[in-house]
């Protein structure tokens, strides 16, 4: 119900979101969260008024959770932006951290980052954000079609040994892992833009 009640809303936001100079704007869905991707122009006109103005423009239809000043990078690999989304697809996904393991999420993701050197990635993953928000993580990455290979065994082997230990400190809120793992959870679904 509320995403019949959100989409009517959004219908009439093209217009201000040009106007506030915000460029790949993205909603997503699951189960009762909704999360908003964006990038902003600067300098934004009054930009805090207008994500104010938005955010309660949802208010009759869902409870907010968490503002974008409210929302912690927890780990970046920002790369080549493509102007033509044709060229990428999107990961966005939500997990649930256990109590008490920000810190420790933190940390497991500054190693990745250290590891890289912080430089910039061509791909295939490109603009990786992750955030953190009230026990809540939410990832948004878009990655690049023709650099997508099929992963070999070694790599299969070393994603389902993090995700593995991942698990240790949070738990999947999306269907990410649900292939390894044999758990049935929802799938995220863009639902505007």
Same mark, same amino acid.
């Given at each position: 119900?509320? *995403?019949?009640?959100? *989409? ?8 201000? #979101?040009? $106007?506030? $100079? ?9 189960? =009762?969260?909704?999360?908003? /991707? ?6 934004? %006109? ?5 994500? +104010?103005? !938005? ?8 409870? %907010? ?11 970046? =690999? !920002? ?5 033509? +989304?044709?060229? #990428? ?15 420790? /999420? *933190? $940390? $497991? ?17 490109s603009n990786f954000t992750i955030w953190h928000a009230r026990g809540y993580i939410f990832g948004y990455c878009e990655l690049v079609k023709v650099?997508?290979? %099929? %992963?070999?065994?070694?790599? +299969?082997?070393?994603? !389902? ?7 240790? !400190? ?9 292939? #390894?793992?044999?758990?049935a959870h929802s799938a995220i679904e863009r639902i505007w833009k």
């Amino acid at each position: 119900m509320f *995403k019949t009640r959100l *989409k009517g809303y959004l219908a009439g936001l093209d217009d201000l #979101i040009g $106007r506030s $100079r915000l460029e790949n704007v993205s909603l997503w869905s699951v189960d =009762d969260f909704l999360f908003g /991707y964006s990038e902003q122009v600067w300098p934004a %006109p009054d930009g805090a008024s207008l994500s +104010k103005w !938005i955010l309660r423009g949802f208010m009759d239809c869902c409870e %907010p959770f968490a503002e974008s000043d409210e929302m912690e990078l927890m780990y970046h =690999d !920002i790369g080549v932006v493509r102007e033509n +989304k044709a060229e #990428i697809r999107h990961r966005v996904y939500v997990t649930q951290l256990k109590p008490g393991m920000k810190d420790e /999420y *933190k $940390r $497991r993701h500054d190693v990745l980052v250290e590891a890289r050197g912080d430089q910039v990635n061509e791909g295939p993953e490109s603009n990786f954000t992750i955030w953190h928000a009230r026990g809540y993580i939410f990832g948004y990455c878009e990655l690049v079609k023709v650099m997508e290979t %099929p %992963p070999t065994e070694e790599e +299969k082997q070393a994603l !389902i040994d993090w995700e593995t230990r991942q698990l240790e !400190i949070m738990d999947w809120v999306t269907d990410d892992t649900d292939w #390894i793992f044999g758990t049935a959870h929802s799938a995220i679904e863009r639902i505007w833009k």
